[in-house]
Nanobody, 128 residues
Framework: QVQLVESGGGSVQAGGSLRISCAAS????????IAWFRQGPGQEREGVAAVITDVSSGGGTYYADSVKGRFTISQDNAKKTVYLQMNSLKPEDTAKYYC??????????????????WGQGTQVTVSS
């Protein structure tokens, strides 16, 4: 079992920055993906960024086109924590952000229905 706990959300003005964190507990795996998804009011849940650890492919980091160049996903393996640094925030980034894990990784980024563990979410609000 894997438990995910997000933290660090809040309110910021457009152009500002926030960093949100996802602390994972449970067994580590050689093939996995930890990703950030977001869901705004009346919108579908969408993939924002993912870090993929896969022995066969080597893994990597992936981003939605809408956040490339502004958001950075990183991980601290010792702390079992994944971060999402969000810069140059825009009002359209307002959403509830969820951390999710896919274990083992099946090549299914950015499909939320393929991720089998979820955190409770943290709200990010960007005002204009």
């Amino acid at each position: 079992q894997v438990q995910l706990v997000e933290s660090g959300g809040g309110s910021v003005q457009a152009g500002g920055s926030l960093r949100i964190s996802c602390a994972a507990s449970g067994t580590t795996y050689s093939s996995s993906s930890i990703a950030w998804f977001r869901q705004g009011p009346g919108q579908e849940r969408e993939g924002v960024a993912a870090v993929i650890t896969d022995v066969s492919s080597g893994g990597g980091t992936y981003y939605a086109d809408s956040v490339k160049g502004r958001f950075t996903i990183s991980q601290d393996n010792a702390k079992k924590t994944v971060y999402l640094q969000m810069n140059s925030l825009k009002p359209e980034d307002t959403a509830k952000y969820y951390c999710a894990a896919q274990i083992p990784y099946g090549g299914s980024w950015p499909y939320p229905w393929e991720y089998n563990y979820w955190g409770q979410g943290t709200q990010v609000t960007v005002s204009s």
